[in-house]
């Protein structure tokens, strides 16, 4: 069973995402706390990470090249969904290393799909 | 803007540069020509006044000679009959060498009849009275009875303007049988008033020279304060503001340097104030974009939990629906998608209400794509209010140079607009063709609508923020007035431009034109648009 880390310090939204991937079939885990999160994750790297960006004790950005400086968390994908939108935050995530990017208000098909994607669970056509 | 505008105030200084001097030289022109003119009218009055009297000196003496000479002529025209000619010649020429002005002498009788000539060294006598020439003259046939002595001045003789005396010769015994018409010329008075004129011509033109340049030397110290005075306006025309005027002159013309001076204290200070002023406005800005993003921000995380949670109930993943749920959920993920659409316009608004930066103006973007693709994004909305929707796209569209993601934004503003104002079953045609503006080569972007229109009065203002034609419109199409302000900015930012063209109530249609070039371009790689 694939497993996928879940950050952001809104626990409604982690809630959400929680209810989103374990219907299909992951097995979820969350933090609210960028510290905490970033502790975990190093600790024992998941199948795929989704981080928000704006978090108040470590901003996301901050937390992807921490961990990305880490060995054990240099392959880790990263799904980075945030509210920021525009071009200029995409460009900047994926820079800092994220796998891919995703506008909130996001939609649950959306997110599965790309989970399904960077998990490599469905190949890359039709996008 | 500013760059430009300097280089107009100072191109225009330049024209000013070139006409250094003139002004002195203006001043010189004018003190010579005063000079020259009083100079003129003296001389003339002069040489008048001299031409006048020397005149008279020969009318003088003529009359004298005349009244001397007749006696002796009259006695040799009587010892001419009995003598020969040559004792007549001789005393003739006596007589003659008396007055260099005397071109004639004749002696005649009181009938008019000319008895002896004597004109150019030569005499002549006339003794056949029916061959000798008459006097006709009535003045001087009438002249010639009288015992005075007349005089009377004749312009014409042969050209020369001369002067006729005539004396009459009167016997001892008083017998009056000859007078004498003595014909002086001006010719040497003429002469001498000529030479007055040559002379007074060269003074003239001497004194015109003179005055000239003494005039120049005396207006130097006053064009020096002229110049100063535009040396100093050129200088805070240029952005220095801080330089002043140094006049002192003690005339009005460092009273004009001390009001300059004053002006430019007001135009420093006034700049100063406008600088911080737009400083604070720039730093309130910054807030605002802050404040809207922050708050964006706070806005989207309880709508992602919304429309993530409402779409799991749509979609069932939650456990089924009633028909009456679902319903709700359907509203509910539409007007969630609708805040959505307000919070990213706002958004968009406020980072590009200072015009997108710069460095997103980059790619190549095929306009032809982008309006397909936005053409594609409002379809389903079109089909439902049943509206026939074209697209007409000249096949040889430039490239546009700018950032493909706003210009989409652009697009799917004007045409959301479209849809929104027209009414079931009316039509929309979008349609875009190369076009210059000026020498500036672009794209011309036309999107109509047979929607209420736009008053003719309100065709500027619709691009304004937070601008709705009629309040009431808000009720019934909803939209923040926002969408239009954006289409501005964006464009704008682009350096195209953006206008309406209505008839209220015909519909209206809305022009975008972008450049395909940026003025300072080299070669941009095309990106197509997504």
């Not at chain 2, 007749?70 to 040799?76: E, G, H, N, V």
């Not at chain 2, 006596?94 to 007055?99: A, H, S, V, Y």
């Not at chain 2, 009414?423 to 045609?429: A, F, Q, T, V, Y």
Request: hydrophobic share 45%.
């Amino acid at each position: 069973m694939k497993r996928v880390f879940v950050v952001d310090d809104e626990p409604d939204v982690t809630d959400l995402l929680r209810t989103i991937l374990e219907v299909e079939g992951y097995e979820v885990e969350t933090a609210t706390d960028g510290r905490d999160a970033l502790a975990r994750v190093m600790e024992e790297p998941p199948d795929l990470l989704v981080l928000d960006l704006m978090m108040p004790s470590l901003d996301g950005l901050e937390l992807l090249r921490l961990l990305r400086a880490d060995p054990g968390g240099a392959a880790v994908p990263v799904l980075v969904v945030s509210a920021r939108s525009g071009h200029q935050h995409q460009l900047e995530s994926l820079q800092r290393g994220a796998s891919a990017y995703l506008c909130k208000p996001f939609s649950p098909r959306e997110l599965r799909r790309q989970v399904r994607l960077l998990l490599g669970l469905e190949a890359e056509a039709g996008v | 803007m500013a760059p430009v505008n300097a280089t107009q105030r100072s191109g225009g200084f330049q024209a000013v540069g070139r006409r250094q001097g003139r002004l002195q030289v203006r001043i010189a022109r004018y003190v010579a020509f005063a000079v020259v003119v009083s100079l003129a009218v003296s001389a003339v009055a002069l040489i008048a006044g001299r031409q006048r009297s020397l005149e008279r000196s020969l009318e003088r003496s003529a009359r004298t000679y005349a009244a001397l000479a007749s006696p002796q002529l009259a006695d040799m025209a009587e010892v001419f009959r009995s003598s020969g000619g040559r004792l007549l010649r001789q005393r003739m020429a006596r007589l003659l060498e008396l007055n260099s002005d005397v071109v004639r002498l004749e002696v005649v009788d009181v009938q008019g009849r000319v008895h002896l000539r004597w004109e150019d060294g030569e005499s002549h006598t006339f003794p056949d009275s029916e061959t000798a020439p008459r006097v006709e003259d009535p003045v001087l046939l009438g002249a010639l009875q009288e015992l005075d002595i007349s005089a009377r001045r004749l312009s014409t003789d042969g050209g020369d303007r001369v002067y006729r005396v005539v004396a009459p010769a009167v016997e001892q015994w008083g017998r009056h049988a000859f007078s004498v018409i003595a014909t002086f010329s001006y010719a040497s008075a003429d002469r001498e008033i000529l030479t007055s004129v040559l002379w007074s011509g060269m003074l003239l033109a001497v004194g015109l020279a003179l005055s000239f340049l003494v005039a120049a030397i005396l207006a130097r110290p006053i064009t020096r304060h002229v110049e100063e005075l535009r040396g100093g306006a050129r200088r805070i025309a240029d952005g220095r503001l801080e330089e002043r005027v140094q006049v002192s002159s003690g005339d009005e013309i460092q009273e004009l340097a001390e009001a300059f001076n004053a002006m430019a204290d007001t135009l420093q200070q006034t700049i100063g104030q406008l600088r911080a002023a737009y400083r604070e406005l720039e730093s309130l800005d910054q807030a605002k974009a802050d404040l809207v993003a922050n708050f964006s921000h706070e806005l989207k995380t309880p709508l992602t939990a919304l429309r993530g949670y409402l779409e799991l109930l749509a979609d069932s993943s939650l456990g089924p629906l009633s028909p009456e749920a679902a319903r709700a959920v359907a509203v509910c993920e539409k007007n969630v998608a609708r805040l959505t659409r307000r919070i990213e316009e706002l958004v968009a608004l406020s980072q590009l209400e200072k015009g997108p930066a710069s460095d997103l103006i980059r790619e190549a973007v095929a306009v032809e794509a982008l309006l397909h693709g936005v053409v594609d994004t409002v379809l389903p909305r079109v089909e439902e209010k049943r509206i026939a929707c074209s697209l007409d796209l000249a096949a040889d569209l430039p490239a546009v140079v700018g950032s493909a993601e706003h210009l989409e934004r652009a697009f799917l503003n004007l045409l959301d607009n479209a849809v929104k104002f027209t009414p079931d079953g009316g039509s929309i045609r979008v349609a875009a063709e190369a076009h210059e503006q000026g020498d500036r080569p672009g794209v011309l972007v036309a999107v109509s609508d047979t929607g209420v229109g736009v008053p003719v009065g309100e065709q500027l203002r619709v691009f304004d923020r937070f601008y709705q034609v009629d309040p009431s419109a808000r009720r019934l199409y909803g939209g923040m007035g926002l969408g239009l302000s954006l289409v501005r900015s964006i464009v704008e930012a682009h350096r195209g431009t953006v206008w309406v063209e209505s008839e209220e109530g015909q519909g209206a249609t809305f022009f975008l034109w972008l450049p395909s070039r940026p003025p300072d371009s080299g070669t941009v790689p095309v990106v197509s648009a997504e």
